[in-house]
Nanobody
Framework: QVQLVESGGGSVQAGGSLRLSCTAS????????VGWFRQAPGKEREWVAL???????LYADSMEGRFTISKDNTKTILYLQMNRLQVEDTAVYYC??????????????????WGQGTQVIVSS
């Protein structure tokens, strides 16, 4: 059974940094499209960044240049390094995985496996 567990969330001031981790068990992330989504209060879940089985990365426009997604296939851990955080980045961040290729226009429905989420709060 596939399980994803996030960690690394917390509170930080605007301009600061956080690194989220997602540990996968039950499968190897090497052959999956894995990534991060987030959901702010009162808003729909939106995708943040994806990394394909071959290491190619894809970022949502507002995150590119500030966030970096990476993975360690050996340890089956997915990371999201978040720099220059803004108040608007406050949300619950979820790790997600899907078999096969990464979708060109990612949606929540494209991903079958989800973590429980980790809260990120950015204050001004």
């Amino acid at each position: 059974q596939v399980q994803l567990v996030e960690s690394g969330g917390g509170s930080v001031q605007a301009g600061g940094s956080l690194r989220l981790s997602c540990t996968a068990s039950g499968y190897t992330i090497r052959y999956y499209c894995v990534g991060w989504f987030r959901q702010a209060p009162g808003k729909e879940r939106e995708w943040v960044a994806l990394i394909a089985h071959d290491g190619r990365t894809l970022y949502a426009d507002s995150m590119e240049g500030r966030f970096t997604i990476s993975k360690d296939n050996t340890k089956t851990i997915l990371y999201l390094q978040m720099n220059r955080l803004q108040v608007e980045d406050t949300a619950v961040y979820y790790c997600a995985a899907a078999m096969g290729l990464c979708p060109v226009r990612p949606k929540s429905a494209d991903f079958s496996y989800w973590g429980q989420g980790t809260q990120v709060i950015v204050s001004s």
